[in-house]
């Protein structure tokens, strides 16, 4: 597609529900980041991908979440077992082959934005 | 210590007038150097990348970096209105992840 996709835009949950983000990247694109922002906060690596080497799930806050890429292209963030300090705008990034520098430019989607009752 | 710092501001300045915005990282193996602008309440979007010491202009904006102080800075001239935003730091480390690393983002007020 034209950008990066996210669905649903908006989510509530009852504590203690699973839910699970949806991201489609922009066509061709071979890495695919999730990102965490709290209110007024900066943004928190949770996970990237790249092509189809081993994700990097390093900044993952807990084992309650989990993310899969299907195909090389769509992406799914579960959240197992939501807990209030969940709460939090997902945003989905993605990027092209790396430049020289080893660094990708990121286009982010729109987010989703999660809130845990 | 956090590995990308901003201050949080606002940073308050008239219109017309040269918006300074900085920003420190601690991993000395850093390689690229982005500004991202976000709107409230929008994603964020690519002002600038910069992966040499030195400056680098683009229309009103210029990034500086310098490696040896561990620092780059967003200069906007002539601000408007429409910059006010926040302004996020993000740098690529050097560790081989290829995931960029986010300040927590200045917060920019242009007053007309």
């Known amino acids: 597609g034209a950008g990066v996709s996210q669905s649903p835009s908006n989510k509530v949950t009852e504590k203690g529900k699973d839910v699970e983000l949806r991201c489609d990247p922009i066509?061709?694109?071979?890495?695919l980041y999730w990102y965490r922002q709290s209110l007024g906060q900066g943004l928190e690596f949770l996970i990237y991908?790249?092509?189809?080497?081993?994700?990097?799930k390093s900044g993952l806050p807990s084992d309650r979440f989990s993310a899969e890429r299907t195909g090389g292209s769509v992406s799914t963030l579960t959240i197992q077992r939501t807990q209030q300090e969940d709460s939090a705008v997902y945003l989905c990034?993605?990027?092209?082959?790396?430049?020289?520098?080893?660094?990708?430019?990121?286009?982010f989607g729109a987010g989703s934005r999660l809130t845990v009752l | 210590q956090k590995e990308v710092e901003q201050n949080s501001g606002p940073l308050s300045v008239p219109e017309g007038a040269i918006a300074s915005l900085n920003c420190t990282y601690s991993d000395r193996g850093s390689q690229s150097f982005f500004w991202y602008r976000q709107y409230s309440g929008k994603s964020p979007e690519l002002i600038m990348s910069?992966?040499?010491?030195g400056d680098k202009e683009d229309g009103r904006f210029t990034a500086q970096l310098n490696k040896a102080s561990q620092y780059v800075s967003l200069l906007i001239r002539d601000s408007q209105p429409s910059d006010s935003a926040t302004y996020l730091c993000?740098?690529?480390?050097?560790?081989?992840?290829?995931?960029?690393?986010f300040g927590s983002g200045t917060r920019l007020q242009v007053q007309p």
């Open positions: 991908f790249q092509g189809n080497s081993a994700p990097d």
């Open positions: 066509s061709g694109h071979t890495a």
């Open positions: 993000a740098v690529s480390s050097g560790t081989g992840r290829r995931a960029l690393t």
């Open positions: 910069i992966y040499s010491n």
């Open positions: 990034a993605s990027s092209g082959q790396p430049e020289l520098s080893g660094a990708n430019v990121l286009t």
